[in-house]
């Protein structure tokens, strides 16, 4: 059986982090590990308070996973602080991880910082580098660009440009574009994009960290960079489809769907 390690903080709701990234991993018939890096208290309404896992027992987690069932791919959520973006950067460069799929996680959707935004500078030189692909939505994508991004042509901008950042590639997600929702692949100096039908959904808590997921099962099970991010785009559209209603906010995706 391939095996997925996500790499994120909480949520006690079960709606994002790593809840929702070993839920998707499952739905994708892979083993989900987990090592966290962040205890998060928040719910569909937003975030009330954080508490950061020390380096220490963020490394010993990452190296008690790796020690004895390697993953076949890696999926990087919250890091939160500087010192620990530089721990799991060093520890996953010992272990030679591979198919590292980052969804950089800079502020949620409340608007609760979750990387502090002095430490953005360590996730771009210390994480970035190692990355298969990054997945910024447009508010992450115009911070690490430091440009405003509302088109499709600011998108491919900001994909060439955070595409300098890493040796990867960088899927620029335009879920919250007025008019569509496609997203844009930067892969191999090329641009594509990958077309979608917004779905009148308000209950998206945790799409980011359900389609990073989906990306990192594709990788781990062998498919192609772009089949990969085709097919977790697949599963996300039909987990929104699926129109679960529950809490008094954003609520959470139903992430045992019918898809494929």
């Known amino acids: 059986m391939k095996t997925v390690l996500s790499i994120a903080g909480t949520d006690p709701t ?3 982090g790593i809840q929702a990234d070993l839920k998707t991993i499952e739905a994708h018939g892979l ?7 962040a205890v998060v208290a928040q719910n569909t309404l937003g975030v009330t308070a954080v508490q950061a896992v020390s380096p220490e027992l963020i490394a ?9 069932i390697r993953p076949d791919a890696v999926k990087i959520g ?3 602080d500087a010192d620990i973006i530089h721990v799991v950067a060093g520890r996953l460069r010992a272990h030679h ?6 969804d950089p996680v800079m502020m949620s959707s409340s608007g609760h910082d979750l990387l502090r935004p002095e430490d953005a500078k360590a996730l771009v030189e210390e994480i970035f580098p190692l990355c298969t692909l990054v997945t910024p939505n447009l508010a992450e994508a115009a911070a690490l660009s430091g440009a405003y991004i509302a088109s499709k042509a600011q998108m491919e901008q900001a994909a060439r440009q955070i ?3 890493t040796q990867g590639a960088v899927l620029v997600k335009g879920g919250h574009l007025m008019d569509c929702a496609d997203d844009l692949l930067f892969a191999d100096g090329q641009l594509h994009w990958l077309a979608a039908t917004r779905i009148q959904n308000p209950n998206t808590h945790g799409t980011g960290c359900t389609l990073s997921s989906a990306i990192a ?3 781990a099970q062998g498919v192609s960079l772009t089949g990969s991010v085709k097919r977790a785009k697949r599963y996300l559209t039909a ?5 679960l209603d529950l809490g008094h906010g954003s609520g959470p995706l139903q992430h045992k769907v019918e898809w494929e």
């Open 14 to 16: 079960g709606g994002a």
């Open 60 to 68: 010993q987690q990452i190296d008690c996973v790796f020690d004895d």
């Open 217 to 219: 099962c594709g990788l």
């Open 163 to 165: 595409a300098g950042m």
């Open 239 to 243: 987990c929104i489809q699926y129109g």
């Open 97 to 102: 991880a591979k198919n590292i799929v980052l």
């Open 31 to 37: 083993y989900g590990m987990s090592v966290i890096t």
């Open 78 to 80: 919250m890091l939160h």
